[in-house]
């Protein structure tokens, strides 16, 4: 079974700070995204890395893809209170299989 | 364009009574998903549909749970004799393929009374 674990599982945050969540796995993956859930929403893709190695940033949010495609990195700088929400990881098998799920990491960012 | 709808947004119903919620995929989008939940918590997978294939039920947590998808579109997914611990929001998504970045409609929140 193809697990992804997500740290920490909830974080509090002042405006203006940096933070960073982690996605990580014993197990390879062709590809691997990030999405953000907002109370009342469904989650919403912010990026997919494909690459080892791979770097993206979005604004002020920095996504990376560990070089053995085992792990993932979200960086958030500066953090502001719209950055409050759920994040979620989720990793793609090169197989006829849907995608794996972490359990995801809550944030609060305080005004 | 239209993305994934899921009506009811809402529903409120007693315990033992059987509901249905309704799922519009993206159209052209061959995968289809539905998670469940619970407040405060992450997704828990409950079914998949891709193409023609036999969906796979492994996520679903009881007998009472089922789903069909017409058509290769639109879903249904049916909780019969709800309990108490059903109330969660169903979250349905879809995908161009089953291991593609998946899109997502707001939920139907429901409460068992």
């Known amino acids: 079974t193809q697990l992804l674990e997500q740290s920490p599982q909830f974080l509090s945050i002042q405006e203006g700070e940096n933070l960073t969540v982690y996605c990580n796995s014993s197990?390879?993956?062709?590809?691997l995204q990030w999405y953000r859930q907002e109370p009342g929403e469904g989650p919403v893709l912010l990026v997919t890395v494909v690459t080892g190695g791979e770097v993206k940033k979005l604004k002020r949010l920095t996504f990376q893809f560990g070089d053995a495609r085992k792990d993932s990195s979200l960086h958030i700088t500066a953090a502001q209170p719209g950055d409050t929400g759920l994040y979620l990881c989720a990793g793609a098998t090169s197989g006829n299989t849907p995608l794996v799920f972490g359990k995801g990491t809550r944030l609060s960012v305080i005004a | 364009g239209a993305g994934v709808s899921q009506s009811p947004s809402n529903k409120v119903t007693e315990k033992g009574k059987d509901v249905e919620l309704r799922c519009d995929p993206i159209?052209?989008?061959?995968?289809l998903y539905w998670y469940r939940q619970s407040l405060g918590q992450g997704l828990e997978f409950l079914i998949y549909f891709q193409g023609n294939s036999a969906p796979d039920k492994s996520g679903l947590p009881s007998d009472r749970f089922s789903a069909e998808r017409t058509g290769g579109s639109v879903s249904t997914l049916t909780i019969q004799r709800t309990q108490q611990e059903d109330s969660a929001v169903y979250l349905c998504?879809?995908?161009?393929?089953?291991?593609?970045?998946?899109?997502f409609g707001d939920g139907t929140r429901l409460s068992i009374l």
């Open positions: 998504a879809s995908s161009l393929s089953v291991n593609q970045p998946q899109h």
């Open positions: 197990s390879v993956f062709s590809s």
């Open positions: 159209s052209g989008h061959t995968a």
